[in-house]
């Protein structure tokens, strides 16, 4: 069965950091685009950053660019998110999203939380 778990949330002061995890199993990502997204309360899904499969070519959410860097080893069967400079509306359930299946595959999230 084809699963993606996030984890590495948490909550963390502004200015802060944090590195999130999204493994996968069941199937390989090695030939897949990934992607992360964020979805705060109230608001809807959008997308955080994205990595093509040999992991050169990356994308960013205006919002993140410059702060926050996608990386992958597709060896682990693993794409990361690490989250520099962290500000309060970064506040969301973080999930990560491979192309596989009708619909796509997606985690069950993990939430991060930027407070003072």
């Known amino acids: 069965q084809a699963q993606l778990v996030e984890s590495g949330g948490g909550l963390v002061h502004p200015g802060g950091f944090l590195r999130l995890s999204c493994a996968a199993s069941g199937f390989t990502i090695r030939d897949l685009v990934i992607t992360w997204h964020r979805q705060a309360p109230g608001k809807e899904r959008e997308l955080v950053a994205a990595?093509?499969?040999?992991?050169?070519?990356?994308d960013y959410g205006a919002s993140v660019k410059g702060r926050f860097t996608i990386s992958r080893d597709n060896d682990k069967n693993t794409v990361y998110l690490q989250m520099n400079s962290l500000k309060p509306e970064d506040t969301a359930i973080y999930y990560c999203y491979a192309p596989l299946g009708i619909g796509g595959t997606w985690g069950q999230g993990t939430q991060v939380t930027v407070s003072s």
């Open positions: 990595i093509a499969s040999n992991g050169i070519s990356k």
